[in-house]
């Protein structure tokens, strides 16, 4: 099939990899000459497992062009541009745009919606371009966003007939459930605001853990999620939810429901309680150490997750940005981020930890689990993400460890 993906960022160039690999002729299109470049020259713009690979070894059947002319002959076309959110509540204006200018180079494509947007958008979109339009929402995680694309929980198709959509995702076996164009756009919000809340849930559970000795969140959660009912996933405390999806994702649906007079107040709560964490969490550290004025420290992870570049939303540098604010001196380390303009980030884990009188882990990068004792001693340790294989005794505080 030719196939084209509109919006080259971490959803398109993925579903656009996976779709070339998988044997279609792939014609990427984003308005950015500079991306464009370097995809044609084989360099991923991001930090991505897997998808540089993907994208070599699919070289053959992938092409990426700023031109919107080169749609023309594609059997289905898929909108991948950002969704961000204004004052209002979320921002249409790219996926409008996008689609107009599908429409008047490739009328006869029919037009699949993976963007996120609000219910009622393809119906909006359909009247102004004539075109079929599918929804057809994406549920990667960034960091394993080629196996989720390849291998998705389900496929959520809006629109019908659904049959060239369900052609282009067969491969992946996975269950394909085939509804209208409202309830698939609905679907992404409600499992994204519905993950988000588990991950709030979560971390209030944690700040009571933290009051109760012999009380840890890490084993309250574990025998929650072997009910099967609740499920063993997005129950990890931390720093509370960052990244380019949940964030932005929560207050479209919240603004949206409260544009239909809808109480959606437990996602206001989700949302109001995830920003104030990390002042919370700072001021934690300063019950336990007390002022930070003029104290080193060292972020381990800068991302807003793991397997990520990706510093979108991080809450390490909202982190970050508190602890400055409280005067500390700030050196941060990431195993992919090599720059922000925030602080220094040091190329090397022994040297941020060398420098530093406190250490906080702030994503779960595997290599942070490594850290000794030895290597730790005489810091004191905040182990915002539970990575760290130490004792309790040996860490100054733990997300969600009630101590004595
Ligand atoms: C998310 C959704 O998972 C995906 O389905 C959607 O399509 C896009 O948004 P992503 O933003 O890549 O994916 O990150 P995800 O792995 O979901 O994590 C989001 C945030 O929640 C991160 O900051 C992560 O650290 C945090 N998180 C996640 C927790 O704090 N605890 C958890 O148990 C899980």
Redesign the pocket.
Known sequence: MKIGVVGLG??GIVTAAVLANKGNEVVGVDVDQNKIQSLKKGVVPIFEPGLENLIRNSAMKLNFTDNFNGLEGCEAIFICVPTPNNKEGIDLTYVMDASKKVSSCAKDSILIIKS?VTPGTARVVRKNTGMSVFSN?????????VY?TEHPDRIVIGGDPADVCESIWKFTGSKIIKTTNENAELI?YA??AF??T??SF??QIADLCETIPGADVNVV?EGMGMDRRIGN??????????????PK?TKALLSFSLDRNVDLSIIESVISYNDKRIKELVSKITDKIGSLRGKKICILGLA???N?D?LR???SISLAQELIRSGAIVKGFDPVVKNTDLMEICNDIDQCISFSEIIITA??WNLFKDLTKEELSGKKVFDF?RILNLENSEITMGVGIGKN
């Open positions: 971490y959803v996120t929402p994406e549920f990667t995680r960034e960091g394993s966003a989720d992404k499992s994204n993950l988000a588990k991950i979560i971390n959660a996933e997005f129950l990890k405390a931390g720093l509370g939810y960052g990244g380019s999806c949940f994702d807003f997750k793991d990520t990706d939303e991080s809450r994503t779960e993400r």
